[in-house]
């Protein structure tokens, strides 16, 4: 019973990633109806059609497809945002790597203060210590570009 479940997962998990028959003449007449409408109406972003596309954002960025609804790019520096972005990415990469870490390994030196606690209990028990303070002051510290 196992094995039939497992197998009918993976048969519908690749069939949802192989194109169908009817799939391209569907999706050459979208694109066909899109080109004339964007010929009558003007330039719009391909990621919120109603509304326009920013001015800076041209295309020239790995995918650009014109997703600015908030008007980010008349303000700031697009090399900028790009920056903060991939930044703020690998920030929250090492938050859930930590998360992971806390709750399959006790760090030897924690075990006088935190005891045995996981990761939902650990963050109760810093947080009534005071010590998520420091954490918050250094991420601060990473911030601030030097």
């Known amino acids: 019973m196992l094995r ?3 197998l009918a997962a993976v048969v519908a ?3 949802a990633f192989a194109p169908g028959a009817s799939f391209l003449p569907r999706a050459a007449s979208r694109t066909a109806a899109k080109s004339s409408m964007r010929m009558q109406a003007g330039d719009f972003s391909d990621a919120v059609p ?3 596309r920013p001015v800076n954002l041209d295309g020239s960025y790995t995918g650009d497809v014109g997703f600015d609804p ?3 790019s008349d303000v700031f520096d697009l090399r900028v945002l790009r920056e903060a972005e991939l930044k703020h990415g ?5 938050a859930a ?5 806390q709750d399959l390994y006790t760090f030897p030196f924690m075990s006088k203060w935190y005891s045995g606690e996981k990761m939902w209990g650990l963050h109760e028990a810093s947080i009534k210590s005071g010590a998520l303070w420091q954490v918050l002051f250094f991420i601060g510290l990473l911030e601030i570009p030097f």
């Not at 690998?90 to 090492?94: N, V």
């Open 4 to 6: 039939t479940v497992l």
């Open 13 to 15: 998990s690749a069939a």
């Open 50 to 52: 109603f509304l326009k």
């Open 70 to 72: 908030l008007g980010f």
């Open 90 to 94: 690998r920030i929250c990469m090492l």
């Open 97 to 101: 790597t930590g998360a992971i870490v």
